[in-house]
């Protein structure tokens, strides 16, 4: 019985894990995943960082639909350079105005900034990012 209930333990504690750093997650290089629907991410690839504080870089993008959006706002957990490479998203940040990107638009996000992106453009947007990453980040 006690082995059940440390394996059921387990199983919550992963669980709450990737629900909470739902956004920032480890994933094998080249692989998909559907974030939100009509949002899927693919993981570029990661590598050491040359920026002081921080161990890797991983580098995703993510391809969003039109009319896709995140169901509330996320806060960002680490520090990361975003590029739009396609499309056009309309982005909200929590205490700042609402700003539209388009395609060759860069911005930063800070850690712990609450922000909403909706794809806003006919064609599917395309944002590119680099995650900063500490030891223990996945």
């Known amino acids: 019985m006690a ?5 059921a333990v387990g199983m919550l504690v992963a669980i709450s894990i990737a ?10 290089v080249g692989k998909t995943k559907e974030m939100w629907p009509g949002w ?6 990661e590598g050491p960082s040359n920026v002081p504080g921080f ?3 991983r580098v995703v993008e993510d ?11 996320i806060t960002m957990p680490v520090p990361m350079f975003c ?8 982005v909200a940040t929590e205490g700042e105005p609402t700003v539209k990107r388009k395609a060759g ?13 909706t794809s806003t453009g006919s ?3 395309v944002m590119r990012m680099h995650h900063l990453l500490k030891a223990g980040d996945k």
């Not at 082995?3 to 394996?7: A, D, E, M």
């Not at 899927?40 to 690839?45: S, T």
């Not at 638009?105 to 992106?117: F, H, I, L, P, T």
């Open 19 to 28: 629900l909470s750093s739902g956004y920032l997650y480890a994933q094998e």
């Open 40 to 45: 899927v991410r693919k993981n570029l690839g």
């Open 3 to 7: 082995k059940l209930v440390s394996t």
């Open 55 to 57: 161990d890797k870089v």
């Open 123 to 125: 064609e599917p947007a």
């Open 105 to 117: 638009d860069s911005w930063v996000c800070n850690v712990g900034q609450k922000r909403q992106a």
């Open 83 to 90: 590029t739009l490479t396609k499309g056009e998203l309309t």
């Open 63 to 73: 391809t969003i639909q039109p009319g896709a959006k995140q169901p509330s706002l």
